[in-house]
RNA sequence: CGGGGUGUAGCGCAGUUUGGUAGCGCGCCUCGUUCGGGACGAGGAGGUCGAAGGUUCAAAUCCUUUCACCCCGACCA
């Protein structure tokens, strides 16, 4: 450090309170920034490799990694924009420990629930203890003990800290590790709605993370997932998009309506089950196949011009089957078929289901009635004519009998009037797919995109609290359980999904506000003290107005500085060299831009800088 | 948990079929020449060949056991 800067940052520790925030400077030979050309053989992921080659991390063990000072530093500045949203919302931060007795398990059962993959240690008395995955249990016995009265509700604590999972499989790096960071806040409330209700707060949260995101400089997309317990929109997850994420989302293009496949609606798909029949039903003997592609292959029909005939049983008190009917190359959705009948059910048991009379694998729409089901067919599914080419629709599927199919079924011959009868639907009842109409917007046509999920939220309503007994006196005296939220963020995934989403051929390319540092300084010739004493005077300068600077003072030659600074993704390069010296200026140049860049007079720096800077601001 | 694969220098790899005392590229150290997009020359350091046991005069190499890691799939609040 020289002495100007030594001075300020002593002028700065000297004051009690700040009102802003001066940037970090730091040498790059002060610091430990391992690049290498080459990444290690097993990495697949873009982000894995590239923030093991930038010198970001370092694998320690499977799924296991050191976080190295820039990477510390961007994980940083995520749970900085955290700590802001979570505070400006209302939360609060405390820290719990990563470690718990598995004893705080016993009555959630989640010890079960999470089986292998709750990291299990055994202290020297042999006392049995789990590396937290998350913490309800530890929030819940705490607030059990501390909160009485509905007069200190509501609550959002959060923390930022380290979390574990066994995973069968870690793998692409930060993105599936088995330590990983994360910022887990559970809120605790009376009440759903109203002042101080749970949908208030997840309203909040669903703010709070929209601005999290947004801050950091990232593209992504809130999506509808699975419901919680309470059912409705009670759940969203945030997705970073990028091409080689792990989750598929379908989006409405004109209202930005998003959901992940297992809970996207389709729009409207007219059906109806009139139309002639192709020709006189036509046995077939398919031996031992099962499955449509099987089935289709063996008798040369196209697998949309099967029907798929799952068999699903009643599941709470009441018993009885339910048969849904897609399209061949549709999937059943057994949530949407739960919604369309109206009560809870599961695959059926195939003993069982064969005692019944349904020759599983082999089942055609016609069990239902021969059998005695609840038909639910997709509306893909129940059409007599073939609509775009306007003629009768032919359809192959099971024949009800071992090892044989049919051909030329048709809904009306060979179902009716059971199709006009209470035992028949027709509902939405399969997973969508890119293409299908959207929900949102007539005519416009769903699409599919790929995310990594940074965050979820979601109400968890009174699982925890009834489980543990977290109850609470409302106004009136009565002990009611806590009804509680919970909402979770990926602080060092969204570290590697910025990674998957913002990179190129030489390296990373950082967005201004997750930047280990803005602004990197590119020193040509250390050895000449003239040029180190502008580097360290245009660093203390940009230090003043709030920039991170990392000046390059290595005794390297330019090319392999340059290509660290392109790998490591700082936004701003300024290169310090005879050439631009010589006008009176340095070479000023954006990570994004193609090029050697513009020569900026010194007196212009700080203010072209601040110029980039907030243009980056505004295009996220 | 099923299928496939790999363990040899910090990283990337060859050598294993056919046993003979360990090599290449990058990186690192020294010296010199270089110096605006991963320089060149000369010299040098660095390896219990994943581990254990066995066969053999001799094992990275053959045999047995074991451990670790990776990829695909299944799984994933």
Redesign the pocket.
């Known amino acids: 450090m020289t002495t100007t800067t030594q001075t300020r940052n002593a002028e700065s520790a000297r004051s009690t309170i700040t009102t802003r925030r001066r940037g970090d400077v730091q040498r790059w030979s002060l610091t430990l920034i391992p690049?290498?050309?080459?990444?290690?053989?097993?990495a697949?992921a873009p982000s894995h490799k590239l923030l093991v080659?930038a010198g970001f991390i370092r694998r320690v063990?499977?799924?296991i990694y050191d976080y190295l000072p820039l990477a510390w530093r961007t994980l940083g500045k995520i749970s900085d924009i955290i700590r802001q949203e979570m505070n400006a919302a209302g939360a609060c931060e405390m820290l719990m420990p990563a470690m718990e007795p598995l004893e705080l398990f016993a009555d959630t059962k989640r010890d079960i629930d999470y089986g292998d993959n709750l990291f299990r240690v055994t202290d020297r008395h042999g006392r049995a203890n789990a590396l937290a995955?998350?913490h309800e249990e530890v929030i819940t016995e705490l607030m059990k003990g501390s909160v009485a009265s509905y007069k200190q509700l509501p609550l959002n604590l959060y923390q930022i800290q380290t979390?574990f999972r066994d995973e069968?499989?870690?793998?692409?790096g930060l993105l599936?590790g088995r330590e990983f960071i994360?910022k887990d806040a559970y809120s605790f409330h009376m009440k759903l709605e109203g002042a101080g209700g749970l949908d208030e707060t997840y309203e909040k949260m669903r703010t709070a993370y929209t601005n999290t995101f947004t801050r950091c400089g990232l593209d992504f997309s809130v999506v509808e997932a699975e419901a919680g317990p309470i059912g409705g929109s009670a759940s969203h997850e945030f997705m970073v998009n990028c091409e080689t994420g792990?989750d598929i989302i379908l989006k409405c293009p004109e209202t930005g309506y998003a959901a992940n496949v297992e809970k996207c609606e389709i729009g409207h798909r007219p059906h109806d089950f009139s139309g002639d029949p192709t020709g006189d039903l036509e046995k077939v003997h398919t031996p031992k196949m099962a499955s449509i592609e099987d089935v289709s292959r063996f008798m040369k029909v196209k697998s949309p011009n099967m029907l798929k005939t799952i068999v699903l049983a009643r599941s709470d008190e009441q018993r009885g089957w339910v048969v849904a009917v897609v399209r061949g190359d549709h999937e059943v959705n057994e949530g949407k078929v739960k919604d369309a009948v109206g009560f809870p059910l599961a695959m059926a048991d195939e003993a069982e289901a064969k005692a019944a009379g349904f020759a599983i694998g082999f089942v055609s729409p016609r069990a239902a009635r021969s059998v005695g089901a609840l038909l639910v067919v997709d509306p893909d599914a129940a059409q007599g004519t073939d609509r775009d080419k306007g003629k009768p629709s032919f359809w192959a599927t099971g024949a009800d009998e071992v090892d044989h199919h049919v051909k030329h079924f048709n809904w009306r011959r060979d179902m009716g009037e059971f199709l006009d009868s209470d035992n028949a639907i027709v509902a939405d009842i399969r997973n969508a797919r890119a293409g299908d109409p959207s929900p949102r917007a007539v005519g416009a046509a769903l699409t599919e995109g790929r995310g990594v999920e940074v965050g979820?939220i979601?109400k968890l309503g009174t699982k925890y609290s009834r489980a543990m007994g977290f109850l609470v006196q409302d106004e009136s005296g009565d002990r009611n359980a806590v009804i509680m939220g919970c909402y979770?963020i990926?602080v060092s995934r969204t570290l590697a999904a910025c990674v998957e989403m913002s990179h190129d051929d030489?390296g990373i390319v950082w967005p201004m506000a997750l930047a280990p540092y803005h602004a990197l300084v590119t020193v040509?010739k250390v050895d000449n003290a003239e040029h180190m004493a502008h580097a360290d005077r245009i660093a203390g300068e940009l230090a003043d107005a709030g920039f991170d600077v990392l000046i390059d003072d290595r005794d390297?030659?330019?090319?392999?500085k340059?290509?660290?600074?392109?790998?490591i993704g700082i936004p701003i390069r300024l290169?310090l060299?005879?050439?631009?010296l010589e006008q009176g200026g340095v070479?000023f140049?954006l990570r994004t831009d193609p090029g050697?860049?513009e020569v900026v007079a010194m007196e212009s720096i700080v203010g072209r800088c601040l110029e980039a800077a907030n243009a980056a601001e505004h295009c996220r």
């Open positions: 690049t290498t050309k080459e990444a290690p053989a097993d697949e080659r063990g499977a799924g995955p998350t979390k069968f499989r870690p793998r692409s599936r994360m792990e979820h979601f979770g990926g030489n040509m390297d030659r330019p090319g392999s340059f290509k660290d600074a392109d790998l290169t060299g005879d050439k631009a070479e140049k050697k860049g």
